[in-house]
């Protein structure tokens, strides 16, 4: 069982910066290959991000354009999503997900666990 908790959402202006945490309890956090998405109202849940639990690869969404960097580290079990160059269509709820020992996908349903969600706004 895994719990996530993420933080570091809020208002921000175009242009900025955000570094996005989630916190996982449980003791075999290393195993576990860790994912971020992303859902603005009305619409569906986007992937964004994941890290590879194995060799630490990282994956990027369409949406990223290189703006998105995910990171973890596993002595503190946590995973980052830092953002830059924050734009208003960045306006989410970003939520992260963990499954076990795979590879991590693009699609949702593939994950096991989720945290509630951390609420990016930005602002023109």
């Known amino acids: 069982q895994v719990q996530l908790v993420e933080s570091g959402g809020g208002l921000v202006q175009a242009g900025d910066s955000l570094r996005l945490s989630c916190a996982a309890s449980g003791r075999t956090f290393s195993s576990y290959s860790m994912g971020w998405f992303r859902q603005a109202p009305g619409e569906e849940r986007e992937f964004v991000a994941a890290?590879?639990?194995?060799?630490?690869?990282?994956y990027y969404g369409g949406s990223a354009e290189g703006r998105f960097s995910i990171s973890r580290d596993n002595s503190k079990n946590m995973v980052y999503l830092q953002v830059s160059s924050l734009k208003t269509e960045d306006t989410a709820v970003y939520s992260c997900?963990?499954?076990?020992?795979?590879?991590?996908?693009?699609?949702?349903?593939?994950?096991?666990?989720w945290g509630q969600g951390t609420q990016v706004t930005v602002s023109s």
């Open positions: 997900a963990a499954v076990y020992r795979k590879v991590p996908s693009t699609d949702p349903t593939t994950y096991d666990y």
């Open positions: 890290i590879d639990w194995n060799d630490g690869w990282t």
